[in-house]
């Protein structure tokens, strides 16, 4: 008990909330609830304490991002498949949120998504996967980042699938870490009557934790170049991004962002600035308003790009990024969570929850491109239960997609019913382009293999 205390007194927490029925708990429970206070960082824990004091602000001015292309050329298209084929490529899915906003149980991959097959999120990513490797004639490596909230239940969820068709040497999982909530007045407080609450420490460690796992080494060792990062709440984004992986070798830089143009001022998605010479992102929910509304003298909005959180890396780079920035900045979110308390036991309270994001690395890089995409091919994520970025809004986005897709592959006009395509559709082959030249789709749509 006394190297407890000591802890909390390093933590500046009081005793008294925390532990006043620490006698009537079982030794079980007793070593529970200390072995989770003895493993809280207390420099992290600081952090916290900061971040509750101040906010991550962006302190430095801000700009809208000078240069950027768009998408659309063949050639680098071309230049992205022979990497993918030299098996230079390989991707990073970040999968360990806890999809609070839609109301799920599981793990958010495990939502069944498609229209017709109600195929999940992580079946899409795998089967776009092997659809990208029969495209290049290799298998493609990925990882997903899960979360100690989830990651049993994803593994589980692969095995009972059987990896979707991939082999089992392909995919790795690691989990990411959890950061203690912290109430009201910044104290630590208990979620169950033997532990403290905790929760997800946001995607902003992914790339440090693959390092830390030894899976980036693993990879380099397999010849792996570049790392396409992707969220697993997307099923439009895209895990072998050929054009983009041609264009970020054309430019020579270290971390291309993929991006789309802003419509909506509100709509709830990160801007991309310049920050000096570097990328930056400001979180919608951080921005000032008058920034975000800000329109030019053409009444285009002054920060046209979006952040999907989409990009790809040189492997080198992330090696030396995260030996020279082995902390990340904190943003603080108050949300409604689980705690417990002598009288009721189980309680619902608002706290704060402490989150790295990913796209916080962008300032530390200093050789950046940005290729903007079309909205319709590659942004549709699925954030809520109903309304704008729900399950509905997504089908209805992946049902455009696919007609358009069948449009341009057929030249004709589909029928207005609705369709599947498999995932071999996103990876077109040349055998696969001829096959559906001037081919009509049948009148009853369905699922649509090639
Ligand atoms: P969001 O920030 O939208 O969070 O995640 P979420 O957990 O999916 O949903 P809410 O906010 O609880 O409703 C964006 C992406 O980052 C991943 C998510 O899995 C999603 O792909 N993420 C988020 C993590 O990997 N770890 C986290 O701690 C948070």
Redesign the pocket.
Known sequence: MSNLLHKLLLLGQAATALFSHWKALTEIQQQNLSSQVAAIDVPTFQLQQECLQNNQKLEKEFFPPQKYAFSGSEEDYKAGIKAIGAGKVACL??????????GWSG???TFPISLIKQKSLFQLICEKTKAAGKCVQKDLSLAF???PDNHSDTLQFFQDNDFFGLAKEQISFFS?EMLPLLDTQGNLFLEEVDSLAF??????F?LHLLVKTGLLRKWQDQGVEIINV?????PLADPFDAELIGFHIRQQVDLTLKSILRIDPHESVGVVVQNDNNLAVVEYSEILLEEREAVLADGSLKYPLANL?LFCINLSKIQSLVHQHPIMPLHR?F?SVKGWNEIEGSEKKMAWKF????FDILPWISKEALLVYPREACFS????SEGAFSSKTVQADLQSLDRQIIRSLTGLEPPNVPFELSQEFYYLTPAIREKWKGRSLPNLGGYIEV
């Open positions: 899915i970040l999968a360990g949120g806890q999809g609070t906003r839609l793990p958010k991959g980042m899960t979360s990411q929760g997800p420490d946001g995607n902003g992914a992707i969220l697993i709440d997307n959180s979110a949300k989150e790295k994001f990913i994520p699925l954030k809520n």
